[in-house]
């Protein structure tokens, strides 16, 4: 490559490899032959399922781990030779990027300024840059510990970029944020981009925000699937994407559960009502019989259709995994409430987290509560578990009284915390067996259930291994196979699939449809808008207050018509938490 092509370029890897010794002494490839390029003044994306490699890339990239074959520059320095001078001209942001919450926002940035030797006379000029830029300006003073989830993500690559990089790593920055804070986010990144000349690679588990970048890399099993403009991913889809009416009265989910698992659909998503469907672009299956009577129509491709024809066909869909998820139906109609919420409230101190919440929630309905960080859901499903008191008003789950009956409630009662909450020094096997005696299982039943477990989830081959060391994904599995052992009526799931993969939250969402046919309560929180889709009913959340509440549908409506349509999901939730801002922000300017 001449000197000039090698000025144009950020990254440059050839046949780049890692691998890792588990502890059980098997060697697992994480990268196979990589190659890449990111350019200068470019936004690079890469994305791929759980356990792809993309976060391994980006420490090789970063100088914190050496390559195990193959080359590999970074700003035109050999990173093995000089890992120093690559770590001088680039910030790396990691997924659990290391605020540090008793200090407030500006002794975060001084902390970091410090660490890289920024000198006192540079820094008011870089901090009152990224202070306007992230907005954090009004909140200087405040205790990191007390921001919200986006407000923590953007002080983060505040303090990433405190030294003025060449090149900007992001590992998966919007991970656990809200719509409104991730859109706020991407703002930032795209300034960078655009405006300042930045060189920014990072990891993405939203496919749209992949869409928007200038390059993106698809990785599955530490290999290279697609590399290029992320129109050139979309078109391998090209006239094979469609938008299908569901039945009349008959929500999108059910459509999209009878084609999901057909040989002729690739894959297929509820969305704003109707359900998007790939096409195989063969005959196979009977996806024209499932088809029949329903308005079908084609629809322009995108990346994530592009992306999981990639990956489909490396992985064919699994349709065992979403059979059988409990042993028998649970009796009663679907009318009967089995949660109810009345007048709740939750306060910490002065601190009034969830401020007179109403709902009720009926047998076997999937039911999304959906709000920006901090809006009080993590602790309304807390109080609603038995895991935390309710400072007044009434909970009742399965008939039981929370603030008598509280273990009782609990036996009825399946929870997925919002981070992996098992045992990470125990292995799979050792989980399960914790938690089926936890849950009163003995013997034959207790044996059955795991095996159910392990067989239904496909924890096979990782029984052994530390649940800490587990992909993503399957740490999912796991947590989901725990809370489903003891065959709960109810189940608390706190954003389950945040980070998750496109292929790995289909495989999620398959299970959920299924228990829901089985009579099983769902309660879900979930950041992406688009499985808002799959809920019978929702309500948005914001400080702790009820903003909406109803279908997908009648919520829908409440956004802002785009010009190809209908608002969807996330317009809706964004015009609805920002009208209620303004009301604050209008009641506040009022009283002053």
Same mark, same amino acid.
């Given at each position: 490559?001449?000197?000039?092509?090698?000025?144009?370029?950020?990254?440059?890897?050839?046949?780049?490899?890692?691998?890792?010794?588990?502890?059980?002494?098997?060697?697992?490839?994480?990268?196979?032959?990589?190659?890449?390029?990111?350019?200068?003044?470019?936004?690079?994306?890469?994305?791929?399922?759980?356990?792809?490699?993309?976060?391994?890339?980006?420490?090789?990239?970063?100088?914190?781990?050496?390559?195990?074959?193959?080359?590999?520059?970074?700003?035109?320095?050999?990173?093995?030779?000089?890992?120093?001078?690559?770590?001088?001209?680039?910030?790396?942001?990691?997924?659990?990027?290391?605020?540090?919450?008793?200090?407030?926002?500006?002794?975060?940035?001084?902390?970091?300024?410090?660490?890289?030797?920024?000198?006192?006379?540079?820094?008011?000029?870089?901090?009152?840059?990224?202070?306007?830029?992230?907005?954090?300006?009004?909140?200087?003073?405040?205790?990191?510990?007390?921001?919200?989830?986006?407000?923590?993500?953007?002080?983060?690559?505040?303090?990433?970029?405190?030294?003025?990089?060449?090149?900007?790593?992001?590992?998966?920055?919007?991970?656990?944020?809200?719509?409104?804070?991730?859109?706020?986010?991407?703002?930032?990144?795209?300034?960078?981009?655009?405006?300042?000349?930045?060189?920014?690679?990072?990891?993405?588990?939203?496919?749209?925000?992949?869409?928007?970048?200038?390059?993106?890399?698809?990785?599955?099993?530490?290999?290279?699937?697609?590399?290029?403009?992320?129109?050139?991913?979309? +078109?391998?889809?090209?006239?094979?994407?469609?938008?299908?009416?569901?039945?009349?009265?008959?929500?999108?989910?059910?459509?999209?559960?009878?084609?999901?698992?057909?040989?002729?659909?690739?894959?297929?998503?509820?969305?704003?009502?109707?359900?998007?469907?790939?096409?195989?672009?063969?005959?196979?299956?009977?996806?024209?019989?499932?088809?029949?009577?329903?308005?079908?129509?084609?629809?322009?491709?995108?990346?994530?259709?592009?992306?999981?024809?990639?990956?489909?066909?490396?992985?064919?869909?699994?349709?065992?995994?979403?059979?059988?998820?409990?042993?028998?139906?649970?009796?009663?109609?679907?009318?009967?409430?089995?949660?109810?919420?009345?007048?709740?409230?939750?306060?910490?101190?002065?601190?009034?987290?969830?401020?007179?919440?109403?709902?009720?929630?009926?047998?076997?309905?999937?039911?999304?509560?959906?709000?920006?960080?901090?809006?009080?859901?993590?602790?309304?499903?807390?109080?609603?578990?038995?895991?935390?008191?309710?400072?007044?008003?009434?909970?009742?789950?399965?008939?039981?009284?929370?603030?008598?009956?509280?273990?009782?409630?609990?036996?009825?009662?399946?929870?997925?915390?919002?981070?992996?909450?098992?045992?990470?020094?125990?292995?799979?096997?050792?989980?399960?067996?914790?938690?089926?005696?936890?849950?009163?299982?003995?013997?034959?039943?207790?044996?059955?259930?795991?095996?159910?477990?392990?067989?239904?989830? +496909?924890?096979?081959?990782?029984?052994?291994?530390?649940?800490?060391?587990?992909?993503?994904?399957?740490?999912?599995?796991?947590?989901?196979?725990?809370?489903?052992?003891?065959?709960?009526?109810?189940?608390?799931?706190?954003?389950?699939?945040?980070?998750?993969?496109?292929?790995?939250?289909? +495989?999620?969402?398959?299970?959920?449809?299924?228990?829901?046919?089985?009579?099983?309560?769902?309660?879900?929180?979930?950041?992406?808008?688009?499985?808002?889709?799959?809920?019978?009913?929702?309500?948005?959340?914001?400080?702790?207050?009820?903003?909406?509440?109803?279908?997908?549908?009648?919520?829908?409506?409440?956004?802002?018509?785009?010009?190809?349509?209908?608002?969807?999901?996330?317009?809706?939730?964004?015009?609805?938490?920002?009208?209620?801002?303004?009301?604050?922000?209008?009641?506040?300017?009022?009283?002053?």
């Amino acid at each position: 490559m001449s000197g000039a092509a090698k000025d144009r370029v950020a990254v440059l890897g050839r046949k780049v490899r890692k691998t890792f010794r588990r502890a059980r002494g098997e060697t697992v490839t994480a990268l196979d032959d990589v190659s890449l390029e990111v350019r200068h003044g470019a936004l690079t994306a890469l994305v791929g399922p759980d356990g792809a490699g993309k976060t391994t890339l980006i420490r090789l990239i970063a100088g914190l781990m050496p390559v195990d074959g193959g080359e590999l520059e970074v700003m035109g320095f050999d990173v093995a030779a000089a890992p120093q001078a690559v770590q001088d001209r680039i910030a790396y942001m990691p997924q659990r990027f290391g605020l540090y919450e008793d200090l407030t926002v500006l002794e975060n940035l001084d902390l970091y300024a410090d660490l890289h030797g920024v000198p006192k006379p540079e820094r008011a000029d870089q901090y009152r840059h990224l202070l306007d830029m992230t907005a954090l300006a009004p909140f200087t003073a405040r205790l990191a510990g007390k921001l919200s989830g986006g407000m923590k993500q953007k002080l983060g690559l505040a303090c990433t970029l405190v030294r003025a990089p060449e090149l900007l790593l992001l590992d998966e920055p919007t991970v656990g944020v809200d719509p409104l804070s991730r859109r706020e986010l991407w703002d930032i990144v795209w300034r960078l981009v655009r405006e300042d000349g930045l060189s920014v690679l990072l990891s993405t588990a939203y496919l749209d925000e992949a869409e928007r970048c200038d390059h993106v890399l698809v990785l599955r099993e530490g290999k290279v699937l697609a590399s290029g403009p992320p129109a050139k991913v979309s +078109e391998l889809a090209a006239g094979r994407t469609f938008r299908a009416e569901p039945g009349s009265g008959e929500p999108a989910r059910a459509l999209q559960s009878r084609l999901i698992d057909d040989p002729g659909i690739v894959d297929a998503v509820p969305e704003a009502g109707h359900v998007r469907l790939v096409r195989t672009g063969s005959s196979a299956g009977t996806a024209d019989t499932l088809l029949a009577g329903h308005a079908v129509v084609p629809v322009h491709p995108r990346l994530e259709d592009g992306f999981m024809i990639l990956l489909r066909q490396q992985a064919p869909a699994r349709t065992a995994s979403a059979a059988a998820p409990r042993a028998r139906r649970i009796e009663g109609s679907g009318d009967t409430t089995v949660i109810e919420v009345r007048d709740l409230v939750r306060k910490f101190g002065e601190f009034t987290a969830v401020n007179h919440v109403n709902f009720r929630v009926r047998r076997g309905e999937i039911f999304g509560l959906l709000g920006p960080n901090g809006a009080g859901k993590t602790t309304t499903f807390r109080m609603l578990c038995g895991l935390l008191p309710a400072t007044s008003g009434t909970l009742r789950v399965a008939g039981l009284d929370l603030r008598t009956a509280r273990a009782s409630a609990r036996r009825h009662i399946g929870y997925v915390a919002q981070k992996f909450s098992l045992y990470g020094q125990l292995s799979v096997a050792e989980n399960l067996e914790f938690f089926a005696s936890a849950y009163g299982l003995r013997g034959a039943a207790k044996r059955a259930r795991m095996d159910w477990a392990v067989h239904h989830f +496909e924890l096979g081959r990782m029984i052994d291994l530390p649940s800490g060391q587990l992909p993503g994904g399957f740490k999912q599995r796991l947590a989901m196979a725990a809370a489903l052992l003891h065959e709960p009526e109810i189940l608390f799931l706190d954003e389950p699939t945040s980070g998750a993969d496109p292929l790995a939250r289909r +495989e999620f969402w398959q299970r959920i449809t299924a228990l829901a046919k089985q009579g099983v309560t769902v309660i879900v929180t979930t950041h992406f808008m688009e499985e808002a889709e799959y809920c019978d009913r929702i309500v948005i959340q914001a400080a702790g207050t009820v903003l909406a509440e109803g279908t997908p549908a009648e919520v829908r409506r409440q956004g802002t018509p785009r010009e190809s349509g209908e608002p969807t999901m996330e317009d809706a939730f964004i015009a609805i938490v920002e009208a209620a801002r303004r009301r604050v922000a209008g009641a506040a300017g009022r009283s002053a």
